[in-house]
């Protein structure tokens, strides 16, 4: 397994590599701000072996009471916004991808401060350096990726692409180009989506971020 997901999973959860079928951990990380300065009071990540949920640390009593009745996430899951103090959240399962070696791809973008003027307003709460596909006659904005800077050791990509921009393979390239620059600043890039989101998973793929069978889940993101 890569040093840097190992990394990057024992920082982000509080605990990596899961030692059972799923581990219910408390990580005082869950307490704090997050990438875009909010909580995110439950996360996980599962192999096709084992995996592990991190939850606030007052929280993992009851979560592993609940988790012993049926040993279903599916059936815990739910339930788990509420126990963290979030029941307001609902929950997600999202497939969970990384790479090492994205495509070579040629890049379609250009990085700018997310607070640029002309940077699409979805990509502010990124901060830092966003990647922005513009067209170059009209100066249109046609696809852009967020990085979610989740640790020193790993990098969530984001990507959107205009209603008007779609099928011209802008995402993947745009996806690939972020991924090279991640690997160039020391950190691993990794990229999630819905399991039902066929589009998503064909950038992914097209991008260099195998289906490796894993999955992430955990309490939605606040809007």
């Known amino acids: 397994m890569e040093r840097w997901l190992v990394e990057h999973l024992s920082h982000w959860l509080g605990g990596w590599p899961a030692v059972t079928e799923l581990d219910i951990v408390g990580a005082d990380v869950r307490d704090h701000p997050g990438w875009d300065g909010k909580i995110h009071p439950a996360i996980g990540v599962s192999s096709p072996e084992a995996g592990v949920l991190s939850l606030p640390p007052h929280a ?5 009471k609940l ?3 049926d040993r279903d996430l599916a059936v815990l ?5 509420a126990l963290a103090g979030f029941p307001e959240r609902g929950w997600f399962t999202a497939v969970y991808r990384w790479t090492t070696h994205p495509e070579p791809l040629p890049d379609a973008g250009t990085w700018m401060a ?3 003027p002309g940077v699409p307003d979805w990509l502010l709460p990124f901060g ?11 100066g249109e904005h046609l696809a852009g990726v967020g990085i979610k800077r989740h640790d020193a050791y790993g990098r969530e990509l984001a990507v959107v692409t205009a209603p008007q921009a779609r099928g011209r393979g802008l995402a993947r390239r745009l996806v690939a180009q972020a991924a090279r620059r991640v690997l160039d600043e020391g950190a691993l890039p990794t990229y999630m989506h819905d ?5 998503s998973a064909a950038v992914a ?5 195998p289906d490796r069978g894993w999955f992430a889940f955990g309490a ?3 809007r």
């Open 205 to 209: 793929e097209a991008a260099g971020f």
């Open 67 to 69: 988790y012993a009745e």
């Open 128 to 138: 830092g350096d966003v990647l922005v596909a513009m067209d170059p006659a009209t």
């Open 77 to 81: 899951g739910p339930r788990v916004p």
């Open 60 to 64: 993992v009593t009851a979560a592993t």
């Open 195 to 199: 399991p039902a989101n066929r589009a």
């Open 220 to 222: 939605a993101e606040a």
């Open 114 to 116: 997310a607070d640029a």
